[in-house]
């Protein structure tokens, strides 16, 4: 067994015996596999979303050993592009969870990317990432680009949505989110 498949799997043993005694407990929502408690998945809209692994166009490949699951959803907003068949369109992921926290990770690739990306609970903007490309900075992995301490407990929707009309060129590569369970 890899290395980070056994840790995600010990982390869910821990996990689920936490559970039955009652406490908080974190729980991971990956890009592709969802949610292992609920079986809730990412729905994708905007058809500028690749499965990152299985893409062999994409141009950022980062290291499927560091990333969790060896998965992870890539998209590229771009106003005007002649290779997207919905440019100008922000491009949005959203997940359904049970909790008071949240906690979403994302690979960024700062030598050659911008970053835009909004985050949305239950349809309300409640933050962003934004970060201009800067030369020298390679991939970066278990980028905690938004955390949410204080949310109502109880079930709400999470949405990713990446870049902005008539904004820069941005790159997304989603890895997962944790939150923890009510
Ligand atoms: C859940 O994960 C966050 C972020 O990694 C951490 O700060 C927090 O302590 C964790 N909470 C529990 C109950 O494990
Ligand atoms: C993503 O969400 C934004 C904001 O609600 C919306 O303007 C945009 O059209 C959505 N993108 C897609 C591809 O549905
Ligand atoms: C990625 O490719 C593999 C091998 O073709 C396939 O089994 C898998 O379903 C693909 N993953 C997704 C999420 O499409
Ligand atoms: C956290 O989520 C709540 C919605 O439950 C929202 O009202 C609040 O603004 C968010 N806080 C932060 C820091 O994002
Ligand atoms: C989440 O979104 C779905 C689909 O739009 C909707 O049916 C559901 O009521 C929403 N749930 C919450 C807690 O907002």
Redesign the pocket.
Same mark, same amino acid.
């Given at each position: 067994m890899p290395l980070v498949r056994l840790s995600y799997f010990l982390l869910h043993l821990i996990s689920s015996v936490l559970y039955t005694e009652g406490k908080l407990v974190n729980i991971t929502i990956d890009d592709t596999n969802g949610d292992p408690t609920t079986g809730e998945h990412f729905t994708y809209l905007g058809s500028a979303w690749n499965v990152g692994q299985n893409c062999t166009g994409c141009a950022d490949r980062p290291d499927p050993l560091l990333v969790l699951d060896g998965t992870w959803h890539d998209a590229t907003f771009n106003v005007q592009s002649t290779e997207m068949l919905e440019p100008n369109i922000p491009l949005n992921a959203s997940v359904a969870f049970n909790g008071a926290t949240?906690y979403v990770y994302c690979i960024t690739d700062a030598a050659r990317e911008h970053s835009y990306m909004t985050?949305y609970?239950?349809n309300?903007l409640?933050?962003s990432y934004i970060q201009n490309k800067f030369e020298i900075v390679p991939f970066e992995y278990n980028v905690l680009v938004? $955390?949410? $301490?204080?949310?109502?407990p109880g079930p709400?929707n999470f949405t990713l949505s990446n870049g902005k009309v008539n904004g820069a060129k941005a790159l997304v590569l989603l890895d997962y989110v944790v939150y923890t369970s009510v």
């Open positions: 949240l985050f609970i239950d309300e409640v933050g938004y $955390q949410n $301490q204080s949310i109502n709400h």
